[in-house]
């Protein structure tokens, strides 16, 4: 047998044992592999959960149906919300989507890491038994968030928005399972089209329904409890329908809803006017003190005369545009966001 057929046989034994989960640009793709089963100890909160009805109740006034809550969706969005948080992966060029290296996945940059073979999007399949791709949005606040802030930042910004209701670039499409997780500061979605095996998933602390019993052998007496007498609201003239807040509401009322929400999570019960803040819409964090002067200098030229470098526990960032005003700040950063598509907001109370 000659070199050549040595060769040949070598290179076909190879093709016949070695799997092709272990060849990685096999079809010129990727491989990837599918994850494990999610824990069955996994659950969402109470603040997750009313996230998530506060999506399908906004796409319900638009005739829009449910969205299923998938647990592997969940899962993968906690897991991110936690990552984002304990060990920043975005940094330098790598944005929000982006994964550090200290988990069970694969480290990740966005947008820097994304091409044909790779994929920011494949996570679900990745880290669980999710059958397809998933799309993420993030949001960040430096305070803890609650579901009202999420939501109202959600609903008001068109990027955000266009996920929620299938609008832009997402009509025609049909979401069929969506994970949620609210973790500190950060809050993620990741929307599927295709419906989660894995199925839904329960509240942490809920109590499982008990199965049925043959109550025709061993009758169960009801529990009667005594009669409560219900408190009579308080007459709010600006609030026609409790279901339909976000509808009738004014901004600025809504804003005020979202402030006692924030008052009562966090156990700050005092008087909203007796704290201020000034808002800041950040552009840039990764420059030194030099560089960051130097942009805002830029900014300035640019048709920003507020632009400044703010520094704050250690931290240099620029602002482009600040402002006490909460309603007039969140509509300053939708138009900023067209132009500087990462910018963010910075909130610090107004006496330091």
């Known amino acids: 047998m000659n070199q050549r057929s040595v060769i040949q046989l070598i290179v076909t034994t190879l093709l016949l044992v070695v799997p092709w989960g272990f060849m990685p640009h096999a079809i010129g793709q990727t491989t990837i592999r599918q994850g494990k089963a999610v824990p069955a100890n996994f659950c969402i909160d109470a603040n997750e959960m009313e996230l998530y009805r506060s999506i399908n109740e906004y796409r319900k006034r638009y005739d829009l ?122 809050a993620c979605a990741w929307f599927g089209e295709v419906p989660d095996p894995d199925g839904t998933i329960t509240v942490c602390g809920s109590v499982p329904e008990p199965k049925a019993k043959d109550t025709i052998k061993n009758p169960v007496k009801p529990v009667v409890k005594p009669a409560i007498k219900p408190k009579k609201p308080k007459a709010n003239p600006e609030i026609v329908n409790k279901n339909d807040t976000l509808a009738k509401v004014s901004v600025d009322t809504l804003a005020n809803i979202i402030s006692d929400s924030v008052a009562r999570v966090t156990g700050n019960t005092q008087p909203r006017d007796s704290v201020s803040y000034t808002y800041y819409i950040i552009v840039n964090s990764t420059l030194a ?60 109370t107004s006496d330091k």
């Open 65 to 186: 149906p449910p969205i299923p809550l998938s647990k592997s969706l969940s899962y993968v969005a906690a897991l991110h919300a936690k990552d984002l948080f304990l060990h920043h992966p975005d940094q330098g060029s790598c944005n929000f989507h982006s994964w550090s290296g200290r988990g069970f996945w694969t480290p990740f940059c966005y947008p820097r890491d994304e091409n044909k073979k790779n994929s920011v999007w494949d996570k679900p399949r990745e880290i669980t038994k999710y059958p397809s791709s998933g799309h993420e949005i993030v949001y960040w606040e430096n305070n803890p968030l609650v579901a009202d802030t999420v939501m109202m930042v959600w609903i008001m910004e068109e990027y955000f928005n266009s996920f929620l209701l299938n609008t832009g670039k997402w009509q025609g499409t049909t979401w069929n399972a969506i994970g949620l997780a609210v973790y500190e500061n950060y």
């Open 289 to 348: 003190r030099d560089g960051a002067n130097k942009l805002a200098g830029t900014l300035k030229t640019k048709g920003y005369p507020d632009a400044k470098m703010v520094e704050k526990n250690g931290k240099i960032r620029v602002s482009i545009i600040e402002s006490k005003d909460r309603t007039e700040i969140l509509q300053k950063l939708k138009e900023v966001k067209k132009t500087y598509r990462d910018a963010w907001l910075l909130k610090l």
